[in-house]
């Protein structure tokens, strides 16, 4: 009962009634009548499952506050640099995450109870299943607001109110204690009773990795990491584009949190979809991420002599056309060309020409940037189809592994073999090639410190573009000043005309310059009048902190706001 008080204070809901807040519904596990046996305490950790409590990697939520997004006249308040302590992200966060926390310690503190009763092996492996999400709960914590509030039992609403932040680092070594039990407890193959994907050591280990790249705890990443390969259980899928179309776990996903339409577990996929295929492409890719890839000769396209702004997928990485539909190619059954003297295209499954509505000369509201995302997207994404994305949501998979293992060593400046072939492996997969095949993608040979570490940080944009990792990048990295260009795209029709089709300018007008963190500078083309500027993004210095929110600060004094907030 104290518990179920103490979510709320931290939830910012401060009534405490138990009539009026229903705290004790059946159809949650609480502990006045459930944790009798194994079987209610594994239906209670099927909550940690739910989309709620990952409520950053569903829809592309991080990735909207990113340089790899763009969206027609829609500024997030993170990118434009205008959070406050009333911001509703930071408040969903904290709340549904000490949900979370919650929950685990009362399926902790509960399980005490079943000791003597069922197997030991049983009751240590529940625990280690609510261990690993306190541990991924608390990590995020601490990543985004720093210094936290912490607990790992009940308490008292008296208590709750005299509680302030501990310091990061403490609650850190909480996290690393839960994983390294969720990692000594958890079989290496997890199923639940229903045969269900479930958390297991692999996934404890790679997410204990993750949260020490966050914490910039290199020793830690590579310990970590190379315990994941040792386990010889993860592999990388052999087609890139292939895998994130899948509905499948496949070898490569280390942990995700599957979904599925039938079951109402789906999120919307309208906003992404070309409006020929009965989408609203509201959100695209950036120029900023097309100009991001390499050339096939691994050069940046400022660099290289393959590369054509009028036809900027040639000769690119083969995971820019598996992210981003190459213009004249077939998507969700429609050939993809947004040039404006395109007014019709081919239904690939009817062989009729329709209406080109991804065209400004028939939709004025069509891409502004005439991108649109391929990556993920099935033919369930489309209007006939019922629009909507359950693939699985991939929490962190092989390819984003080895990538950390690269970086970690990289940082330690303990440069070997072993981190060129943890980045080559990944950049060979791209190309369907074998790592030895050197002559058919540009292997990394380079041992040196400072190129490889702009070789590791643009090998994960161009890997892991559109999986929600681009935010937590720029965040530890400290980039996102550097990283917040304009949002541009094309003129309206008029003005498109006249500047970039008529002459003969289509795609883009010349190369634009590409910085050492393969960041495009689009201003002179701007500047020029030729393409369009919609949204000016910003970034003030106190957001790589996240604000407390106000009515947590409000409710208890000795919860300071984070600084400038």
Not at 230 to 242: C, M
Not at 467 to 472: C, D, F, K, L
Request: proline share 5%.
């Amino acid at each position: 009962m104290k518990t179920n008080i103490f979510i709320l204070l931290f939830g910012f809901i401060l009534t405490v009634s138990c009539t009026d807040l229903n705290l004790d519904p059946l159809s949650e596990a609480s502990s006045g009548n459930w944790y009798s046996n194994p079987d209610q305490v594994e239906l209670a950790l099927n909550d940690f499952y739910r989309e709620y409590l990952w409520l950053l990697e569903r829809n592309f939520q991080t990735d909207r506050w990113t340089d790899d997004w763009a969206q027609r006249q829609v500024a997030y308040s993170f990118a434009v640099g205008s959070i406050t302590s009333e911001w509703g992200d930071a408040e969903e966060v904290w709340s549904n995450t000490y949900k979370g926390i919650s929950r685990a310690n009362r399926i902790i503190e509960n399980l005490v109870e079943l000791e003597g009763k069922f197997p030991s092996e049983q009751i240590n492996e529940l625990k280690a299943e609510a261990s690993f999400f306190r541990a991924n709960f608390y990590a995020r914590l601490i990543t985004l607001y720093g210094d936290v509030p912490f607990y790992t039992d009940e308490i008292s609403i008296n208590e709750a109110f005299e509680m302030g932040r501990t310091d990061r680092e403490v609650v850190l070594e909480q996290v690393y204690t839960d994983f390294d039990y969720a990692i000594n407890h958890l079989p290496l193959n997890n199923t639940g009773s229903g045969g269900e994907f479930r958390a297991d050591k692999g996934a404890a280990l790679a997410m204990k990795a993750r949260t020490a790249l966050y914490m910039s705890d290199w020793s830690m990443v590579v310990e970590s990491t190379e315990a994941v390969m040792n386990l010889d259980k993860y592999s990388l899928y052999p087609d890139y584009g292939e895998y994130f179309r899948s509905k499948e776990i496949e070898s490569e996903t280390i942990f995700a949190i599957p979904r599925d339409y039938s079951l109402g577990n789906y999120s919307s996929s309208r906003g992404f979809i070309l409006r020929t295929a009965g989408g609203t492409a509201d959100a695209q890719p950036s120029w900023g991420l097309l100009a991001a890839y390499l050339n096939t000769d691994g050069l940046p396209i400022d660099e290289s002599p393959l590369f054509d702004p009028k036809y900027p997928f040639e000769n690119r990485d083969p995971r820019l056309t598996e992210t981003i539909v190459e213009h004249g190619t077939e998507h969700v059954g429609f050939i993809y060309q947004p040039h404006p003297d395109t007014l019709e295209v081919l239904n690939v499954e009817t062989g009729e020409m329709v209406t080109n509505r991804d065209s400004k000369a028939n939709t004025p509201w069509a891409a502004f940037d005439c991108l649109m995302l391929k990556k993920w997207v099935t033919n369930s994404w489309k209007a006939s189809d019922g629009r909507y994305n359950d693939q699985p949501l991939i929490i962190i998979r092989y390819a984003d592994l080895l990538l950390m293992y690269a970086e970690a060593k990289i940082e330690l400046n303990e440069i070997d073999q072993s981190v060129l072939e943890a980045i080559n492996k990944v950049r060979a997969r791209a190309y369907k090639t074998d790592i030895s095949a050197i002559h058919e993608y540009p292997a990394i040979t380079t041992t040196n410190q400072t190129e490889l570490q702009k070789i590791v940080r643009l090998e994960r944009r161009m890997e892991l573009a559109w999986e929600g990792r681009r935010y937590w990048d720029l965040l530890r990295w400290r980039m996102f000043e550097e990283a917040y260009k304009p949002y541009y795209g094309h003129h309206p029709l008029a003005l498109l005309k006249e500047r970039i089709t008529d002459p003969g300018l289509w795609f883009w007008p010349w190369t634009p310059e590409i910085d050492e963190n393969g960041i495009a500078d689009f201003g002179p083309m701007h500047d020029a009048g030729l393409i369009a500027l919609y949204i000016e993004r910003n970034f003030d210095e106190k957001q790589y902190l996240w604000p407390i929110p106000n009515s947590e600060v409000l409710a208890n004094e000795n919860i300071k706001q984070n600084p400038g907030y």
